[in-house]
C-alpha cells in the first residue's frame, strides 16, 4: 500500500489502492473514481500531496480507493475538516468527496460556508437523488413525488439544486457532469483543480439500486444530445444531435428559451454565447430542467478570486513582519509588571 | 471595618498614621455605562503595584445595553486584596461603591455588617429609586442602618472638578467613576501614576476627556485628603503580600489559558489552529489568540460549533495542533466529533469554559456541572483524558500539560475551566520560557515498516503521519480499523482489541502525571474535602480555617480527573469521611464512588456562584463534631 514516488509521471493506476472496491456492480461510483484517477495522472498530481476528504455515505467510501492520503470523517462535515487542512497546509491539494444527502442536507451549513469563504478545495458533489447507504431514502435532491421508504406515499419536500445553492452560497466555480460522460468529466475536474478557490462540480450519479435510470432523461445516450447543453466559455449555447438547438434570452421576461436555427427567422447571432464569468448567466443555465429545457453541462460559472487560506496566511504573515516574529519571553511579559524581590 | 471601641488600633510601620488592614473586600457597582469595569481594573492595578496579593471577579449583566438604571443592567467589579495569600474573590464586601439605587439595591445584601457604602446621591432620584423597585429612598429610612454609609453628591463634585474643560454636561459626568476611584486609591493609600498614564494613552485622541478624567480623579483623591470625613471613613493601609521574588503581572485564568497554550504549542514545536465559534463565556479565548498571530497563532471563527471543533481536526490532521473551545451547549454539538478524534487518535484540545446548565441556562454564571458531559458525552467507548485548571493562574500550566498529553498520547485532551475562571483575575509571576517543559513533536517521516495504527510500545501511541510526506500516504476515518494496518475492520476479535488498546492508551496516561497530593493536612485522618476546578480557592480558605480551629481536616484537589492520579484511591481510604464540594448537583463524587467504592458525600450548590469560605466552613464543622463515617 505504502510505496515510495516513483520518477516517472504517475498513471491513473497509480492512484489505486489494494483495497476491493464495495460499491455495487454498475454504481456510477466507479466511473467517477475511474475519471479522478485518470484526472489525477493527467494533472501531474503527487500522491503525498493530494487529500481527499469525506463524510459519510456511498460516496464518501472514496478515500479507500485512492492510493494518497484520505480522511473519511463524519456526515456532513467534511468541508469544516478540509478547511481546516488547508487552513493548517495551504500547500496540500485537497478534494471534498461528498453526495446530495451529506453536502446538502446534514452538511449543508458547511457547504455554504466552505463556498461563501472560498476555501481552496475541489468539491466533488455525487448527486444520485437518493439515500443509498442507508438503503433508498429521499433526498434533499429527491424531485417531489418521490416515493421511497420514508415517503410511501411519495415525497412533499421541494428540492434543492446543487450548483443553484453553488452560485447562491457565493460559489466562485460551478460545473456539472454526467458520471457515464468521461470525456466531459474529466474536462470538468482538471477545471475545477485549476481554479484558485472553492471549486464545486456537481455529477450526475445513477445508483443502479435504489433510484436507477433518475436523470435518464437527460443521460440516455439516444436523446441525451437533445437533452442536454454543454456550457463552454465563449462559446454559442448550441445542442442537439446536429447543434440546431440554441438557448436564446427572452428579454421581456428575462428568461431563457429554446430556439432552433432556420426556424422563425432564427440565425446564430440570436444564440447567448456561454460567458463563464457571468454569474447571472449561470445562474439561469443552472436552472434549466428537462423536459421543457436541456440540462446544462459544463462550466457554468469560472470566476476566480483569492482563496481564503491565502488571505488568512497572508494576514498571519503581514503581522509577522510587522511585530518582528513576536517573541513568546516579550508575550508572557507583556502588559503591565512589577517586580517583588 | 470599623475597630470595636477600646481596643487598640492596629499600624503600619510603612504608614503610621493610617490604619492597617490584613485583607479588603469592595466591590465596585454601578449601572452598565457607568465605567465600574474600568474602574475596578484600575484600582487592581494601582493595588498590584504596591505588592498586595488580589484576585477580583467582574460581574456584568448579560443584556448589552440593559436599560440604564434597572436592576439588570447593574455591572459589578470586585476585588480581594491582602497582604496575605488571597485564593477567592470574597465572601462578604468590607465596602461597597454603589452609584446608583440600583446597583445599591442589588449588592447591599453582599455587604457584611458594619461595612462601608459609599453612594452617589445625586443618583437617588424618585425615577431611579422607582427603575430600582425602592419604595422609598433608602437613603432616609433605616434600610441601611447595619452599614456605615458615606453620602457623597459624586455627580456634583465631579462637574466641580471637570467644569474649567467645557465639556456637555453628559460628557462631564462620564468621569464619575474616576472621581470616586480618586476617593478610594486615597482611603487605601494608593499611587495615581498608572492610571493617569492609562488615562493619557487611552485618550490620546482627545486631551479634553483625558484631563477631565485625570482633574476628577484628583478631586476625588484631594477630597478624601481634606475633606471632613465622617469618624468611620478611615484612611488604611494593606501591607504588601510576601510573594515569591520575580516579574508578576494580573492575568485573568482566559489571558492565562491563551499564553498557556501557545506556550505549549511552542513547547511541542507546532503551528496552533484555534477553530471556535462565539458562546459565552469562552469567546474571550477566540478574541485573546486572534491577537496572537506573530507567534504563528490561526484562529478561525466557524460557522457553528461542529465546523469548530472540525476544522481543529483537520489542522491536528495536517500537522498543527487543533484547538477548540467553547461551552457545555457547544461541546454538547461537538461530541460526534470529537468520538471522531478519539478514533482516528488524533491530537485536539478541546476548552470547556463551563456555565449554569442544562440548555442556555444562565450563560453569565459559573457551574461547573460539565465533568460527565466531558468524561462520557460520546457515542461508543470513547475515553478521553480530562483535566481542570484550579485558579486563573493555574490555567496556564493546565493549557501546557493537555498540549503535552494530547501530542504524546494522540488524543484529544479535555481542559476545563469555569465562568469564574475565565473572568477572575489574579497576579501571576511570569515564567521564564527556558524553564518551560520540552516535549517536540516527531512527525513520521520513514515510510519503512509505516502502517497508520502501528503504536509507540510504551505510550500506545500511534505515528502522527502529515499529509505530505512521501511513502506515508494512508486512509483513516471513524469506521472501525484493523489493528496496525488501518484498514476498515468488521472482525468482532478485532473490534475488541482496539476498543482495548483505546481504554489502556487513555488508562496508562496516570502513569505518567504527578501523584495526588494532599494540599494541606495530613494524608490521612478524619476528614478529606476533595474538591476539583475553581472550588480550589474557597476550599483551601475553609480547610485552613478550619485546621487553624483544631479540626482533624484535610484538602485534596484533583486536576487530573480522568484518568485519576495511580494513588487517589488508596489517598482517599485513609480517611473516615470524604466531602466533595462541587458547583454542580454531585457529579466527581459520583465518580469516585463508583471508582474507588468509598463512602464519599457530595455538597453542592448552583446558585451561578462560587461557594463561600463560610458555607464550606460550616460543612467542616459539621461534620467534625459528628464524627465516624457517615
Sequence with gaps: MTTTTPPVPLTPKDFATDQEVRWCPGCGDYAILKAIQKTLAEIGASRENTVFVSGIGCAARFPYYADTFGFHTIHGRAPAIATGVKLANPDLDVWVMTGDGDGLSIGGNHMLHVLRRNVNVQIVLFNNEIYGLTKGQYSPTSPRGQRSPSTPQGSVDNPVSPAAFALGAGGRFVARAVDTQQKELVEVLKRAHAHDGASFVEIFQNCIVFNDAAFAEFTDRKIAADNQVLAEHGKPLLFGEDKRLGLRLDRRSLSLEVVTLGEDGVGEDDVLVHDERNRVLASLLAQLEPPAFPMAIGVLYCDPAEPYERAVHNQLSAVKAKRQNGDLAALLKGGRTWIVK | ?630
Design chain 2, 1 to 630: 471595618m470599623t475597630a470595636p471601641p477600646n481596643t487598640p488600633v492596629p499600624t503600619s510601620a510603612a504608614a503610621p498614621d493610617r490604619v492597617l488592614s490584613e485583607e479588603v473586600v469592595i466591590r465596585f457597582a454601578g449601572d452598565s455605562g457607568d465605567g465600574m469595569q474600568l474602574t475596578g481594573t484600575q484600582f487592581t492595578l494601582e493595588t498590584a503595584l504596591v505588592g498586595n496579593d488580589l484576585i477580583t471577579f467582574p460581574d456584568y449583566p448579560a443584556e448589552i445595553r440593559a436599560p440604564a438604571g434597572t436592576t439588570f443592567g447593574v455591572s459589578a467589579f470586585q476585588i480581594h486584596f491582602g497582604a496575605t495569600d488571597i485564593k477567592t474573590a470574597g465572601d462578604e464586601l468590607n465596602v461597597l461603591i454603589a452609584m446608583n439605587p440600583a446597583a445599591l439595591k442589588v449588592n447591599i445584601k453582599d455587604l457584611g455588617t458594619g461595612g462601608l457604602v459609599v453612594v452617589d446621591t445625586a443618583a437617588f432620584t424618585d425615577r431611579n429609586l422607582a427603575k430600582a423597585g425602592f419604595d422609598g429612598n433608602p437613603l432616609d429610612d433605616d434600610t441601611l442602618a447595619p452599614y456605615q454609609v458615606l453620602k457623597l453628591d459624586i455627580a456634583r463634585l465631579t462637574l466641580e472638578a471637570v467644569k474649567e474643560f467645557g465639556l456637555s454636561q453628559k460628557e462631564a459626568l462620564r468621569s464619575r467613576n474616576m472621581w470616586t476611584l480618586g476617593l478610594m486609591l486615597w482611603i487605601y493609600g494608593r499611587d495615581r501614576k498608572a492610571t493617569t498614564a492609562w488615562l493619557e494613552k487611552k485618550f490620546a485622541n482627545r486631551p479634553e476627556i483625558a484631563k477631565a478624567n485625570i482633574a476628577a480623579l484628583n478631586a476625588g483623591h484631594a477630597f478624601g485628603e481634606t475633606a471632613e470625613m465622617p469618624a468611620f471613613v478611615q484612611s488604611r493601609v494593606v501591607d504588601p503580600a510576601e510573594l515569591a521574588p520575580g516579574v508578576y503581572r494580573t492575568v485573568t485564568g482566559t489571558d492565562a489559558l491563551a499564553l498557556g497554550l501557545v506556550a505549549g504549542a511552542q513547547s511541542a514545536g507546532l503551528a496552533i489552529m484555534l477553530g471556535s465559534y462565539p458562546i459565552t463565556p469562552a469567546s474571550p479565548l477566540l478574541h485573546s489568540l486572534a491577537k496572537l498571530k506573530e507567534l504563528g497563532v490561526i484562529t478561525f471563527q466557524a460557522e457553528d460549533e461542529i465546523a469548530a471543533i472540525c476544522s481543529a481536526i483537520g489542522a491536528s490532521y495536517a500537522g498543527a495542533l487543533g484547538v477548540t473551545s467553547s461551552s457545555g451547549p457547544g461541546i454538547a454539538l461537538k461530541g460526534e466529533a470529537l468520538g471522531l478524534a478519539v478514533s482516528v487518535e488524533l491530537p485536539l484540545i478541546v476548552v470547556n469554559s463551563q456555565r449554569a446548565g442544562p440548555s442556555t441556562g444562565m450563560p453569565t454564571k459559573t457551574e461547573q456541572s460539565d465533568l460527565l458531559q466531558a468524561m462520557y458525552g460520546r457515542n461508543g467507548d470513547a475515553p478521553v483524558p480530562v483535566i481542570a485548571a484550579s485558579t486563573p493562574t493555574d490555567c496556564f500550566d493546565v493549557a501546557i500539560e493537555a498540549v503535552r498529553l494530547a501530542t504524546k498520547y494522540m488524543t484529544p485532551v479535555m481542559l476545563l475551566t469555569d465562568g469564574y475562571l475565565a473572568n477572575a483575575a489574579e497576579p501571576w509571576r511570569v515564567p521564564n520560557v527556558v524553564d518551560l517543559p520540552r516535549f517536540p513533536v516527531r512527525f513520521r517521516t520513514d515510510p519503512e515498516g509505516f502502517h497508520p495504527f502501528v503504536r509507540h510500545e510504551e505510550t500506545l501511541a500511534r505515528w502522527w503521519a502529515i499529509p505530505g510526506t512521501p511513502g506515508l500516504e494512508h486512509r483513516v476515518g471513524g469506521l472501525e480499523k484493523a489493528y496496525d494496518s488501518g484498514h476498515i475492520s468488521y472482525d468482532p476479535a478485532n473490534h475488541q482489541r482496539m476498543t482495548d488498546v483505546r481504554t489502556k492508551r487513555i488508562a496508562n496516561i496516570a502513569r505518567d502525571i504527578p501523584a495526588q497530593r494532599v494540599e494541606q493536612g495530613p494524608e490521612r485522618g478524619h476528614l478529606a474535602l476533595v474538591g476539583w476546578g475553581s472550588t480550589f480557592g474557597p476550599v483551601y480558605q475553609a480547610v485552613n480555617q478550619a485546621r487553624r480551629e483544631g479540626i482533624d481536616v484535610s484538602q485534596i484537589h484533583v486536576r487530573y480527573l480522568h484518568p485519576f492520579p495511580e494513588n487517589l484511591g488508596a489517598l482517599l481510604g485513609q480517611f473516615d469521611r470524604v466531602l466533595v464540594p462541587e458547583m454542580n448537583a454531585g457529579q466527581l463524587v459520583q465518580v469516585l464512588r463508583s471508582t474507588f467504592l468509598v463512602p464519599a458525600e457530595g455538597l453542592n450548590k448552583v446558585e451561578g456562584k462560587p461557594f463561600k469560605i463560610r458555607e464550606l466552613l460550616e460543612a467542616i464543622r459539621a461534620r467534625a463534631s459528628e464524627g465516624g463515617s457517615p
